[in-house]
């Protein structure tokens, strides 16, 4: 009987592994959860800019370009960790329709996330839009890249 007993009871060793274990794998949950709240926007216009490749192209005008800071709540009160540079665009597929890009910077960087955003208000892009819902589009970075430098987005594509 003790010995059945003294086989169920794990030793100090064995419980802290699995102490380690579930620890670990909760710090990594916490994580990720914090990864995605704080990054889930610029997933989602990752992912869409993936799935956008394909999509028709039509050409938009940035109307608004916006910067907007990012705070967080500390003990010490609010303080700023960045800025979120928004930008909105306008294109017709045949209506009007709207749709925005965002890019971020950090704390110390307001002043170029207003002149990155100043540098695209009023300027014509290239947006990629779903054809089965032409209401949703995606302005992928490599196409914004190319309004900025004036070259193709691909280096063996023609002017």
């Not at 996330?113 to 540098?119: C, H, L, M, N």
């Not at 190319?146 to 193709?152: K, M, N, R």
């Given at each position: 009987m003790i010995q059945a007993i003294a086989s169920m009871i794990r030793t100090g060793a064995e419980f802290q592994l699995i102490f380690n274990w579930f620890l670990a794998l909760f710090v990594c949950a916490a994580g990720a959860v914090a990864?995605?709240?704080?990054?889930?926007?610029?997933?989602?216009?990752?992912w869409n800019g993936i799935l956008g490749r394909a999509w028709l192209t039509v050409s938009a005008t940035v109307d608004v370009a916006s910067v907007a800071p990012e705070m967080m709540q500390t003990k010490a009160g609010e303080i700023t960790v960045g800025y979120l540079a928004t930008l909105t665009y306008?294109?017709?597929?045949p209506e009007l329709q709207m749709g925005g890009y965002c890019h971020s910077f950090g704390a110390g960087d307001e002043a170029g996330?207003?002149?990155?955003?100043?540098?695209y208000k009023g300027r014509s892009v290239v947006v990629h839009v779903d054809p089965?819902?032409?209401?949703?589009?995606?302005?992928?970075?490599?196409?914004?890249?190319?309004?900025?430098?004036?070259?193709?987005?691909?280096?063996f594509a023609d002017p």
């Open positions: 990864l995605v709240s704080r990054c889930g926007r610029f997933f989602v216009q990752w306008f294109y017709r597929n996330a207003q002149a990155w955003a100043a540098s089965r819902d032409p209401s949703r589009s995606v302005l992928r970075k490599e196409d914004l890249q190319q309004v900025a430098t004036g070259l193709p987005s691909h280096p």
